[in-house]
């Protein structure tokens, strides 16, 4: 049973905030990840981390930015929240097992932004 | 453009009736997941293949890698409304842990 967390889940914000979407896992995994998604589409890698003090961009530009201090801890902040920036965010640790990374994700965080 | 082709993107059946999802790319993977992801959740992990020309079952779905590792499909038996939810194909390039996605299936199975 995969141990990942996301906070909040649900996110209403206006233009201009400051957020930071939290994800924490305590399997001790030292890849971790986050998507975007839109409603039944596919998932856009926009970051992820081999370990701490590790981060690099994803396929998909994000105005985002992450943090990788501890091990277990994964958060991602938007300085200024647009409109545009609505969306699920899904956040996923793996481990190599059964041929291929496993990858174990959260519930998502789901930001509209008026 | 997408490297990962799912079709159909939708489908909409009956309970009972048996369909097959595919997963299509021109680029090598050294292996392939499915996930199904039900709304308002993250996607779970149904099924990893990874040599050429594999099946795996899992209850009654089927799971194919092609002989040539670039594509795969799924295929369910006697589909049941518990079925209902995303399916999402995922390319998987070497010993990154980055993971490619489809644009997904969205099934739906009706009473």
């Known amino acids: 049973e995969a141990d990942i967390y996301q906070t909040p889940r649900y996110l209403v914000i206006g233009t201009g905030k400051k957020i930071t979407l939290e994800c924490s896992q305590t399997m001790g995994h030292d890849k971790m990840y986050w998507y975007q998604q839109d409603p039944g589409m596919e998932l856009h890698l926009i970051h992820y981390?081999?370990?701490?003090?590790?981060?690099e961009k994803g396929d998909l530009s994000s105005e985002s930015t992450v943090s990788r201090i501890r091990t277990e801890h994964f958060p991602l902040t938007l300085e200024s929240a647009r409109p545009s920036h609505t969306s699920q965010y899904l956040c996923?640790?793996?481990?190599?097992?059964?041929?291929?990374?496993?990858?174990?994700f959260g519930p998502g965080t789901r930001l509209l932004v008026l | 453009t997408q490297l990962l082709e799912q079709s159909p993107q939708f489908l909409s059946i009956q309970e009972g009736e048996n369909l097959t999802v595919y997963c299509n790319s021109s680029s090598v993977f050294s292996s392939l997941q499915w996930y199904r992801q039900e709304p308002g959740e993250g996607p779970v992990l149904l099924v990893t293949?990874?040599?050429?020309?594999e099946v795996k079952k899992l209850k009654r779905l089927t799971f194919q890698f092609g002989d040539a590792r670039k594509d795969s499909s799924l295929h369910i038996t006697a589909a049941q409304p518990g079925d209902t939810g995303l399916y999402l194909c995922a390319g998987v390039w070497g010993n990154t842990g980055k993971l490619i996605f489809g644009q997904g299936t969205t099934l739906q199975v009706k009473p």
């Open positions: 293949v990874v040599t050429g020309g």
């Open positions: 996923a640790s793996s481990e190599y097992r059964g041929g291929g990374e496993t990858q174990y």
């Open positions: 981390s081999y370990g701490v003090n590790s981060t």
